[in-house]
């Protein structure tokens, strides 16, 4: 583990391109249909989705119409692998999660691995997994095909966060990672995302998830797989490394040494935790305690990992009603704070007691927050430094934090760090790019996603951000205040910034392509009688006034002379047209934030008035 390690050119292409499985199995009518699905059966280990494959192609012949859509609809084409690797239901068939699509993801990432290593070295991966139907066993053919190709393989021991996983990455300097989960999908889901680090990636991307041309090499590799032909996936019987428990004490330790010690005695917090049926209440729980909180209750309904999410109607914190059993907990207690992870506890969801009841707070005002509570702690680290070196100086001293969100995500974090001096750059939506951020200190995005400390995870980790959320409300609490008290001095220094998002679900994703092709031809002019002023096409590479260049992406941006924003873009993993809005209301005292904030809201009400009119195309809107 001590050898030395430089980033490599990127691979060539695989010559292999034999043997692969066809971008359409329908292509050839009902024949090629039903010799594609008994290919498959023959091949599949897995005897539930191969009883189910038979069953519908025993529907099929008999005339059964529905098991026909369903064949058809499982062999249109194999699952498309990018940045965000692999994500969709489970079942039989090349467009399915199932094990033999994970063994053929698992073979070409091998070919990539070893494409990479040109021989020069053996690669090292890292391979982890949550409590979803068939993680651990997509985990564990992962590894069995992994070892037989030549990587080293490392699994976890038992179903874990993702950040303990991309944790790993880096702890032991490894050239990949496999996290088997669907995050905050639906139960019927799982996924497989891919980390890279070691000596297959730069030093800005070790450790984090893949971006291209990365995803389209492994991809070609993928498609070069036959995963009907045992020949072209051998699996190893064993060889890997089952990582010892102490895997999961060594990131809890490394999560827990982040909160200051100084203030452990002034943590009289009440804290309420759902897991949300997800692999982060134990975990969340000893971060916690083992920092000094010594009231937290989980919500037992959600405590323990649950593969069927029974209490939610969808498992992730931000819909509507995920939070209810955990605000009815904090009543019943009279709880200071709730803390909600995501199944595999990425990200985190934050409420506080506010008014008599509870405030939810939206992923802006937590990444706010975040950032100042970072930005207060880099001053407090200089501030010893100095002590220490016996100067007087104030300020960050040498300290050079660097602050990162993504551009969907509210301005405030940009004026805290203009205000302290401290550098922030703007990253396309996604923590693949936000971890890439040279000298990253604090990075977030708007969907409950926050880096913390991206020295030891580069990526989101609910984990560590719940930690130190839970350390601000102590702070805030032992002055007789809370975290909304902390979010209205932000508000009075640069004024009340809120956000919200407009959802528009469609049932064909040609619509969406529409619906940009509306926009862009039919743009508005104004948004709630305020003239737009700039108007820029993300998918162009256009650039944004006082923003530095971004790659294109698929996107429209907007800033009304009003100073507010609009984003709209398509969402990279469903069915959506996601609209971002900012509205920003300036405030001279604490008793004007009120009606500033009123006046934010209605201006949200009349952009998102304005957008559905400006949209017209009547689908189906969250």
Known sequence: MSQQRTPSSPPPSPTETTGAVPTTATAGGPTALAEAARAWADADPDPRTRAELLADLDAVTAGDDDARERLADAFAGPLTFGTAGLRAALGAGPNRMNRLVVRQAAAGLARYLLDVSAGAYRPRAVIGFDARHNSDVFAADTAAVLTAAGVESLLMPAALPTPVLAWAVRRFDAE?????????????????????????????GRG?????????????????VDATDPAAVPLAADGWTVLDAAVADEYRAGVTALARPDTFDARDLAIVLTPMHGVGGSTMTRVLTDAGFGDVHLVAEQAAPDPAFPTVAFPNPEEPGALDLALAAARERGADLIIANDPDADRVALAVAHDGDYRVLTGDETGALLGAHVLDRERRAAAEDQAGAGTGAGGLGSRRPVFANSVVSSRLLARIARQAGVEHRVTLTGFKWITRTPGLTFGYEEALGYCVDPAAVRDKDGISAGLLAAELAADAKAEGRTLVDVLDDLHLLHGVHRTRQLSVRVSDLGLLDAMMHHLRESGPTAFDG??????????????VPGLPALPPTEGLYWVTEAGNRVIVRPSGTEPKLKCYLEAVVPAASRAELPEATARADATLDAIATDLRELLDLSPRED
């Open 530 to 543: 305020s003239a737009v002023v700039v108007a820029v096409d993300l998918a162009a590479g256009e650039a």
């Open 208 to 224: 984090a998830q893949i971006v291209s041309p990365v995803d389209a090499a492994i991809a070609e590799r993928i498609r070069a």
């Open 176 to 204: 990949a990672g496999v996290m088997v989960t669907a995050s905050h999908n639906p139960p019927q889901d799982n996924g497989y995302k891919v980390y890279l680090g070691g000596r297959a990636s730069d030093d800005d």
